[in-house]
């Protein structure tokens, strides 16, 4: 018994962690969404903006666009941008928005609703995720290249390379942290990169939720919930159900986490508990 007893005490945390968060759905769109693969929030315009592939996922097609719906899931336009491709991840900076479009990087104007410009990034066939860090600098990852482009003034130019699979990205501060296939990475200013967790398959959404936590997702219906030491727990598994979750979206405000399921052509907003 006494030998048991440190081993317990050892256990013991880590089962505490893995009990310590969940999500609790309030509600969700009707299967209306025409593929959505990122969800943006801005809570300041109380406005979803929805990356709208409706096709399949790398065809210039013409058919993709951006949606609009509220912050509550009842009032959606799913024609505010048209005549994209397969658009993906998506950046704000100021009256911006960012979107990233198999090769090149869309620039809308939000208060006319209208595409203002398309940056064209040197050899970029799987243009995926974007994000804009605190001084308007884009980053966009292609996951057909492997590569990560950084954009400043709408000048793109490579950032890193040998990323197999990149996908989800998100600046803070003056760190960038990536998904290179399933690895959960840091890229600091010099460009070192820190391991900091792998999960099971290549990794999607990334939104960071203090304190150094992030919540993860895998594209095939997993979200999980991870700390700064490399542990994660599982919030949401809906493979299953068919059900993918692609390119999150998070409001810290208020503790929502907005679930675009892509093939499921819905919309679901979870509380973070």
């Not at 007893?5 to 968060?21: G, I, N, R």
């Not at 799913?78 to 993906?88: D, F, R, S, V, Y």
């Not at 942290?177 to 959404?205: H, V």
């Amino acid at each position: 018994m006494k030998r048991l007893l440190p081993l317990l005490a050892c256990l013991l945390p880590a089962f505490l962690s893995a009990q310590q968060h969940q999500l609790e759905k309030i509600w969700e769109t009707d299967s209306i969404i025409a593929v959505p693969e990122s969800v943006l929030p801005d809570p300041a315009a109380k406005i979803l903006y929805i990356s709208l592939i409706d096709g399949n996922p790398w065809d210039a097609d013409g058919k993709g666009g951006v949606g609009r719906l509220s912050m509550d899931g009842k009032k959606y336009d799913g024609n505010w941008i048209t005549g994209l491709n397969a658009p993906k991840g998506m950046g704000k900076w100021r009256n911006r928005l960012y979107v990233a479009d198999i090769s090149e990087v869309v620039v809308i104007d939000i208060v006319s609703g209208k595409i203002t410009k398309k940056i064209q990034v040197p050899d970029a066939t799987g243009l995926n995720d974007i994000t804009v860090d605190d001084k308007g600098v884009v980053f966009v990852s292609d996951s057909k290249k492997g590569t990560v482009h950084r954009i400043e003034n709408d000048i793109p130019v490579l950032y890193l390379d040998n990323k197999p699979g990149a996908n989800g990205l998100k600046a803070i501060g003056s760190d960038l942290y990536i998904f290179n296939g399933k690895y959960f990475e840091k890229a600091d200013a010099a460009r070192k990169i820190s391991p900091i967790l792998e999960l099971d398959a290549g990794g999607d959404g990334i939104e960071p939720v203090g304190n150094g936590d992030f919540i993860l997702t895998i594209w095939g219906g997993y979200i999980y919930y991870a700390y700064p030491n490399g542990t994660k727990e599982l919030l949401l598994d809906t493979h299953l159900a068919k059900s993918n979750t692609a390119d999150i979206g998070y409001d810290p405000a208020t503790r929502i986490l907005y679930v675009p399921t892509f093939n499921a052509k819905r919309i679901v907003a979870y509380k973070l508990k």
